[in-house]
């Protein structure tokens, strides 16, 4: 199994920072990634695929970037609605493995 | 965009069969362009992925369940359903049933997802 490592656990920023989350795999997934958003009670949410490609509807404050094993989200600028658990994903293998998610706080 | 909704009982006694079923609705789940995938999530836990199956009937599931899952799809019914055999307390969770595309191999639509409580 790929086994999927995000940093930080959580974090605590300001409306209007920069945030950055990283995603480790540990083995080489190409640019086989997802990463998704989960608010309490919801069904999480694709944000991002294949590493850098910005879902349909999603806004442009987030991205995403890495190949390999190393990944990261970015959100340039955070808002009121990000606070959230973000999760990433590797989709390169069988069985399909989350990290363990990103707690954003505002 | 397919809605999935997801049902079945929310109370499952230890050591019996959990048996959930997914509705796909505002698309054929006959289509050869998804695999159609349950995950689950503990309270205040991650995610983890507990299988999938083609139109073709064919599956994948996660070695660490493989012994006791089993996932089927009904085409009339556009349908498609878990088992999950010899239940514990560590099968509660919340359930998902979602989409996986073919091509990018992302999870595009998600049910909302539905409790179940392993307890006697």
């Known amino acids: 199994d790929i086994q999927m490592t995000q940093s930080p656990s959580s974090l605590s920023a300001s409306v209007g920072d920069r945030v950055t989350i990283t995603c480790r795999a540990s083995?080489?997934?190409?640019?086989?990634l997802n990463w998704y958003l989960q608010k309490p009670g919801k069904a999480p949410k694709l944000l991002i695929y294949?590493?850098?490609s910005l879902q349909s509807g999603v806004p442009s404050r987030f991205s995403g970037s890495g190949s390999g094993t190393d990944f990261t989200l970015t959100i340039s600028s955070l808002q009121p609605e990000d606070s959230a658990t973000y999760y990433c994903q590797q989709s390169s293998s069988i069985p399909r493995m989350f990290g363990q998610g990103t707690k954003v706080e505002i | 965009q397919a809605q999935l909704q997801e049902s079945g009982p929310g109370l499952v006694k230890p050591s019996q069969t959990l048996s959930l079923t997914c509705t796909v609705s505002?698309?054929?789940?006959?289509?050869?362009?998804?695999?159609w995938s349950w995950i689950r999530q503990p309270a205040g836990k991650g995610l983890e992925w507990i299988g999938r199956?083609?139109?073709?009937?064919?599956?994948n599931y996660n070695p660490s369940l493989k012994s006791r899952v089993s996932i089927s799809i009904d085409t009339s019914k556009n349908q498609f359903s878990l088992n999950l055999s010899s239940v514990t307390a560590a099968d509660t969770a919340v359930y998902y049933c979602?989409?996986?595309?073919?091509?990018?191999?992302?999870?595009?639509?998600w049910g909302q997802g539905t409790l179940v409580t392993v307890s006697s």
């Open positions: 199956i083609y139109i073709t009937g064919d599956t």
């Open positions: 979602a989409r996986e595309t073919t091509n990018h191999l992302l999870f595009d639509s």
């Open positions: 083995q080489t997934t190409s640019n086989f």
């Open positions: 505002g698309g054929s789940i006959r289509s050869d362009t998804y695999y």
């Open positions: 294949a590493a850098s």
